[in-house]
């Protein structure tokens, strides 16, 4: 099974307008963390917003905040009033077992390829 | 602010052949990750390092190898090279901490590696 699930290959979205990609999860442990990264068609992997599972507030960076609902397993990254130079690849991501040590590597899902259109 | 410099940007080599990757990581940070990442895909973990001890490994090859230097940067090494490693490199880095949970792993801008 896909730990990490992002159903929107691809959106397109006006600017200005408030966008939100989805992402859910699947995990067995109690303690993780959440990532969501932005990859511009440059290559580069810039990192935009962390959730950990234990936190009770939704992280907000900016214009990012993550919508986090741990019940369904899910942490969509919205962002507000979008502009153009938002057009890239978003991956989510995820890293598990981190109480007591656990994973290093992060899983990442397949990505959402947003477009940003004036 | 320092970023995490990966060199070199571009390398082409042939079947093969072998090829060494090098990544320096943002000051203070003394853990290193690799990844791999496939035209069109997501990147996938390859092995990481703490305080120069590997840490971490996941779907790297026999084929490669890794280790981080006293300075703490990384190299990541490339045997026999085949077409199916044509990829972008990534090396990311972090400060592992008390809670290094919350400490995101930041990458380099990679190392795209062609074979002919």
């Known amino acids: 099974a896909q730990k990490i699930t992002q159903t929107q290959p691809g959106m397109f979205v006006q600017e200005k307008e408030a966008v939100t990609l989805d992402c859910t999860y699947d995990t067995s442990d109690q303690s993780y963390g959440l990532f969501w990264y932005k990859q511009p068609s440059s290559g580069e992997m810039i990192f935009l917003i962390y959730q950990g599972s234990y936190d009770e507030q939704n992280a907000t960076e900016g214009r990012y905040s993550l919508n986090f609902q741990k019940a369904r397993k899910s942490a969509n990254l919205v962002i507000s009033a979008s502009q153009l130079g938002d057009s890239a690849m978003y991956f989510c991501a995820m890293r598990e077992g981190l109480a007591g040590g656990g994973a290093d590597g992060l899983t990442f899902g397949k990505g959402t390829h947003l477009i940003i259109q004036p | 602010a320092a970023g995490v410099i990966q060199s070199p940007r571009h390398l082409i080599k042939e079947k093969r052949e072998t090829a060494t990757l090098k990544c320096y990581p943002i000051p203070r940070h003394d853990t290193v990750y690799w990844y791999q990442q496939g035209p069109g895909q997501d990147p996938q973990f390859l092995i990481s390092f703490y305080e120069k001890m590997q840490s971490d490994k996941g779907s790297i090859p026999d084929r490669f190898s890794a280790q981080q230097f006293s300075d703490y940067h990384s190299e990541l090494n490339m045997s026999s090279l085949e077409l199916g490693d044509s990829a972008l490199y990534f090396c990311?880095?972090?400060?592992?901490?008390?809670?290094?949970?919350?400490?995101?792993?930041?990458f380099g801008d990679g190392t795209r590696l062609s074979i002919l």
């Open positions: 990311a880095s972090s400060q592992r901490g008390a809670a290094d949970s919350n400490q995101p792993q930041h």
